[in-house]
């Protein structure tokens, strides 16, 4: 999604001529490779955020108790969030999917239903040493929208 900032990368056609190939051949030289060897986001294996997380939502300034429950098959994920209002109230409970990627970044989109239908937006990093997990998370639904944070820890 746009505004969860997923960007696609196109890669330009390699043009290699003929002689060339040949003269690589004839040479029994091989080519490996192409490019400057460096990696994509989306290469190698996704990091595990599996499991139970623990920590704060904040939107627009109020900051709410939450638990959130991963389940991952590579770079898939489904998650359970479940938040406490400070002021009492509803519990906040969101269920849905997204994906990780290779470099640690996670999007989540959760839909919940409270007073009407909405939709969180999570999209942050897993720490290296994979206990920490945080970034920005947008709210939608009938009554407006919300940004805010997050930052859940094992």
């Not at 108790?65 to 479940?82: D, F, I, P, T």
């Not at 849905?96 to 239908?117: K, N, P, Q, W």
């Not at 040493?129 to 920005?136: A, E, I, N, W, Y």
């Amino acid at each position: 999604m746009a505004s969860l900032g997923e960007l696609r990368r196109g890669r330009a056609p390699v043009v290699v001529s003929v002689g060339a190939c040949a003269a690589f051949a004839l040479a029994g030289c091989a080519v490996v490779g192409s490019g400057s060897g460096s990696r994509a986001a989306d290469d190698g294996p996704a990091p595990s955020i599996a499991g139970e997380w623990t920590g704060l939502l904040t939107l627009d300034d109020a900051s709410m108790s939450a638990e959130l429950r991963v389940q991952q098959r590579g770079g898939a994920l489904e998650g359970v969030l479940e938040a406490r209002f400070e002021g009492g109230g509803s519990d906040l409970v969101a269920t849905g999917d997204g994906r990780i990627r290779s470099d640690g970044v996670v999007f989540l989109t959760l839909s919940y239903d409270l007073r009407c239908a909405g939709r969180l937006e999570l999209e942050g990093r897993r720490s290296s040493d994979g206990f920490v997990l945080d970034g920005t998370v947008s709210a939608r639904d009938c009554t407006g929208g919300s940004e805010g944070s997050f930052s859940f820890r094992r």
